[in-house]
Structure formats: C-alpha cells, structure tokens
C-alpha cells in the first residue's frame, strides 16, 4: 500500500518585510523590539533585509509580495517608493526618520526620535556633574542644520538656561571644507572654552572626532571637558580613548512599538500617525567619569581661592581642607584649569586690585594689602607687569574713560 502524502499550506499567513542598514548599530535593537512583538504571532514572518548574506538575494530578501513594511534610518528609499507605487495597499512603519511620501501618510504609521527630549537628558547629566560651563557640537552642515540637529542644539541650550546657565554652540565651518579644515575649526573652538566645560555632541562618530583632537591637543578629558554623544553606538564608545557616554535612546521599543502598529493596521486600523521615543538609558564611561574626583576639587578649591583672594593664603590649608596633599591638589588644578594655584590666586587677587581701583576711593597704598599682598613694592611691580601701567595711572584710565 503507497504512502500518501498529504500537503498542509504553510502556517505562515502573512510576512513583514523589515528594511534596514545593518552598518548602524540602532538598526539591531530596532529589529530585535519588532522580533520580540512577533514573537507572540507565530502566524506572521519577518523577514530581515541586509541582516546576513544568505538571506540577501532580491526574490527573498526584497520579496514585493508582503503583507506590511518597517523600514528604519531612511533606507531603500527607492524600493520604499517602488512598493508605494504599486497597486497592492500595504501599510508601512517608518523609524527614526518620518514618511516623506504624501500618498502613504493614510497607511502608515512613523516613530521618530525625540530629540528634545535626549537633550534634556544629556543637559541633566552635566548639570549633575557639578558643572557651570556647557557647550554643543553638531553635526558639520554649517547654516542648513538638520532638523533633529537643530531641535536637540535648541532644547539643549533651553534646558540649561532655564536652569541659570548659558552654552556654547559650534558654528561649523561650511559643507564643502574638507575634514582638515574643519578639524582645525573645532580644535580652535575646543580650546576656547572656558573649563572644565560638558558637552553634549548630537552623535557617536561626532563625539569621537572630538575625543581624537581633545587628545591631541592636550586637554583632558573628562577633567577639562566631559563629552556625552548619542546613540551608544558601542563599536565606537567602547573603543574611543577614553570610553565615550552615550545616551541611547529607546530603539528597541521603537521596533516593538513599530511592528505592533503595522500588524494592527495590517487588520485594518488606520494609519496616518506621529509618535516619538525618547531615551532608554545613560551608559556612563570614562569620558564623563572622573574616577579620581580631580574636578569637583579644583573647582571647589578655585571657588574658595576667589572669594578668599584678599586674606592670607597657604596652599597646604587648602589641600588639607580638601583631603588631599598639596601636589595632588597642584596636579588637578593645572589639569583641570591649565593653569597653578600661585597664578590663579595671582590674577583673583589683580582683579580684586582693579575692581577697587575702578569703584572706590580706597588710596593706592592701601590696595596690595587689601588684596593679600604683604609688599606694596612687590604688588605694584606685579600689576606694571600685568596691565602695563602703575595703578594710578589705571584708575586715571578708568576715570577718563567714563
């Protein structure tokens, strides 16, 4: 008696089709959020363009016969048109970057970044660390900032500034320079700024451009400048000198959330919507952890030497106040201000000289000891070095100019 073999249809009913570039590393927690929904509907297929070779060949790999599309990062923008255009109404989800194609606002639904809100949370972070200087670096387009760009440049400086605080922002050099040029105006941006300074750069490879010159310029990261980057782009922040924070906003949500509305307007619900996620996690490493505490010391050391600029002043009090030695002190503080304690105390107290010059009638002769100089003779012989007159002739100066 034959054996008869009888044929059951596949218990596949329906198959998404995901589109996405595999070079950035969102694309995986996108996937894996759509993979982790689906999960529960063995009934539907994902199958996963670019993701490995033997799954690549266009009849499988970009099969035009599915039911639903994800595409993320605005990839196969002219196979997403391709299939707009045909005469099948399929829905697509669109991540990270938003439908652009008017006749498929009513079939789909986008799921884009907030940018606002990663800024806040990198504004946070700094502001945490203790810090009163802030700066933004964006991407290269000079004036044509990019819309995420420009939304997080924007709710960064807002976020601080609500908080009392100003930033400074990188004006790139235009498009067409070449990375030489516009590594030069960054290098001359980055030692500008007032330190220590916290950054928030608006992506990875971004940030380690500016990890790369910090360090051949000389200045210390995180002592002078913390830097905090997004998308915890790991195969860049885990390999930087020293490791990068990263902000990673909530990419595998995205895809579940993604994948969920697809297969719900695969049912019939209808599209035609917006929503946004925000981060998932701050992963903190070394670029804004300063495991040895040299910044909160020197800033704090630098606090009590300005306003204490007119009394006598021992270093070795000050270190000891701050449970240090005097060298470690002397260390952070030409790391962290490039610049020593003497010299700091020197110009707090020229300053305190000059304010007194300017907005009282004190008498010249009692000025140096008011500012914590026991020789009149030394201190008029420090501030001719310095301003390039006596301090008569500066207050005279100063009157004659009002």
Same mark, same amino acid.
């Given at each position: 008696?034959?054996n008869?073999s009888?044929?059951?249809?596949?218990p596949?009913?329906?198959?998404?089709?995901?589109?996405?570039?595999?070079?950035?590393?969102?694309?995986?927690?996108?996937?894996?959020?759509?993979?982790?929904?689906?999960?529960?509907?063995?009934?539907?297929?994902?199958?996963?363009h670019g993701?490995?070779?033997?799954?690549?060949?266009?009849?499988?790999g970009l099969?035009s016969?599915?039911?639903?599309?994800?595409?993320?990062?605005?990839?196969?923008?002219?196979?997403?048109?391709?299939?707009?255009?045909?005469?099948?109404?399929?829905p697509?989800?669109?991540?990270?970057?938003?439908?652009?194609?008017?006749?498929?606002?009513?079939r789909?639904?986008?799921?884009?970044?907030?940018? %606002? !809100?990663? +800024?806040?949370? #990198?504004?946070?972070?700094?502001? =945490?660390?203790d810090? @009163? &200087?802030?700066?933004?670096?964006?991407?290269?387009?000079?004036?044509t900032?990019?819309?995420?760009d420009a939304?997080?440049r924007?709710?960064?400086?807002?976020?601080?500034?609500?908080?009392?605080f100003?930033?400074?922002?990188?004006?790139?050099?235009?498009?067409?320079?070449?990375?030489?040029?516009?590594?030069?105006?960054?290098?001359?941006?980055?030692?500008?700024?007032?330190?220590?300074?916290?950054?928030?750069?608006?992506?990875?490879?971004?940030?380690?451009?500016?990890?790369?010159?910090?360090?051949?310029?000389?200045?210390?990261?995180?002592?002078?400048i913390?830097?905090?980057?997004?998308?915890?782009?790991t195969?860049?922040?885990?390999?930087?000198s020293p490791?990068?924070?990263?902000?990673?906003?909530?990419?595998?949500?995205?895809?579940?959330? %993604? !994948?969920? +509305?697809?297969? #719900?307007?695969?049912d019939?619900? =209808?599209?035609?919507? @917006? &929503?946004?996620?925000?981060?998932?996690?701050?992963?903190?490493?070394m670029?804004?952890?300063?495991?040895?505490?040299?910044?909160?010391?020197?800033?704090?050391?630098?606090?009590?030497?300005?306003?204490?600029?007119?009394?006598?002043?021992?270093v070795?009090?000050?270190?000891?106040?701050?449970?240090?030695?005097v060298?470690?002190?002397?260390?952070?503080?030409?790391?962290?201000?490039?610049?020593?304690?003497?010299?700091?105390?020197?110009?707090?107290?020229?300053?305190?000289?000059?304010?007194?010059?300017?907005?009282?009638?004190?008498?010249?002769g009692?000025?140096?000891?008011?500012?914590?100089?026991?020789?009149?003779?030394h201190?008029?012989?420090?501030?001719?070095?310095?301003?390039?007159?006596?301090?008569?002739?500066?207050?005279?100066?100063?009157r004659?100019?009002?």
């Amino acid at each position: 008696m034959k054996n008869r073999s009888t044929s059951k249809p596949s218990p596949v009913l329906r198959r998404i089709l995901f589109l996405g570039d595999f070079a950035y590393s969102s694309t995986k927690p996108i996937v894996s959020g759509a993979i982790r929904f689906l999960s529960n509907h063995p009934e539907v297929a994902l199958i996963i363009h670019g993701a490995h070779p033997g799954d690549d060949d266009p009849a499988y790999g970009l099969d035009s016969d599915v039911d639903g599309v994800i595409t993320c990062i605005g990839t196969y923008k002219a196979y997403v048109r391709k299939l707009a255009a045909s005469g099948r109404r399929r829905p697509f989800a669109f991540i990270c970057a938003p439908c652009d194609l008017p006749s498929l606002r009513r079939r789909s639904v986008s799921l884009v970044c907030d940018d %606002a !809100a990663i +800024a806040e949370t #990198a504004a946070a972070l700094l502001v =945490r660390h203790d810090l @009163t &200087e802030f700066g933004y670096v964006g991407s290269r387009r000079a004036a044509t900032w990019a819309e995420w760009d420009a939304v997080r440049r924007e709710a960064f400086v807002k976020t601080l500034g609500a908080r009392g605080f100003s930033a400074h922002v990188y004006e790139p050099t235009p498009r067409r320079a070449g990375s030489k040029a516009e590594f030069a105006s960054l290098a001359a941006w980055l030692r500008s700024l007032p330190k220590p300074c916290g950054l928030f750069v608006a992506y990875d490879q971004r940030a380690m451009h500016v990890l790369n010159i910090c360090r051949a310029e000389g200045i210390a990261v995180p002592e002078q400048i913390q830097i905090v980057g997004t998308d915890n782009e790991t195969w860049i922040c885990e390999s930087t000198s020293p490791t990068l924070t990263s902000i990673e906003p909530d990419f595998e949500g995205a895809g579940y959330r %993604a !994948a969920e +509305a697809l297969l #719900a307007m695969m049912d019939g619900a =209808r599209g035609g919507r @917006t &929503e946004t996620f925000g981060a998932r996690r701050v992963v903190q490493r070394m670029s804004t952890t300063d495991a040895h505490g040299s910044t909160n010391r020197a800033v704090r050391a630098r606090d009590w030497l300005r306003s204490h600029a007119g009394e006598p002043l021992s270093v070795a009090k000050l270190a000891k106040s701050l449970c240090c030695s005097v060298r470690t002190l002397q260390t952070s503080y030409k790391t962290v201000f490039g610049t020593t304690v003497w010299e700091d105390i020197a110009e707090a107290r020229l300053e305190k000289a000059q304010k007194l010059l300017a907005e009282t009638k004190t008498p010249v002769g009692e000025i140096p000891e008011l500012v914590g100089f026991e020789s009149p003779r030394h201190f008029a012989r420090f501030f001719k070095a310095r301003t390039g007159m006596s301090m008569r002739d500066w207050r005279a100066g100063k009157r004659f100019s009002k």
